[in-house]
Nanobody, 124 residues
Framework: QVQLVQSGGGVVQAGGSLRLSCAASGRAFSNDAMGWFRQAPGKEREFVAAIRWSGGITYYADSVKGRFTISRDNAKNTVYLQMNSLKPEDTAVYYC?????????????????WGQGTQVTVSS
């Protein structure tokens, strides 16, 4: 059974940092791309960042570029999202996701498996 289990998140003041983790299990993920999305209340789920397992190619939404860093540890089947210089508008539930096709697109429909979500709240 494929599972993506998230950890991290919480409440932080503006300008602070948080790190999210997403551990994948159930099969090998060596060819999958992994992504992070977020959803604020009343808004659609939006792309944050993605990484291909092979080569470490990364993609970022313009709103987080230069502040967030996605990385992965293939040996642990884990992907991370380091979030620095957080802003109140970063407040949302964050989801990790796995794309079997390995492309790491910026649309949710491209992803096959999802984590349970974790709340990130940035206070002003």
């Amino acid at each position: 059974q494929v599972q993506l289990v998230q950890s991290g998140g919480g409440v932080v003041q503006a300008g602070g940092s948080l790190r999210l983790s997403c551990a994948a299990s159930g099969r090998a993920f060596s060819n999958d791309a992994m992504g992070w999305f977020r959803q604020a209340p009343g808004k659609e789920r939006e792309f944050v960042a993605a990484i291909r397992w092979s080569g470490g190619i990364t993609y970022y939404a313009d709103s987080v570029k230069g502040r967030f860093t996605i990385s992965r540890d293939n040996a642990k089947n884990t992907v991370y999202l380091q979030m620095n210089s957080l802003k109140p508008e970063d407040t949302a539930v964050y989801y990790c996701a796995a794309d079997q096709a390995g492309l790491g697109g910026n649309w949710p429909q491209a992803y096959d498996y999802w984590g349970q979500g974790t709340q990130v709240t940035v206070s002003s």
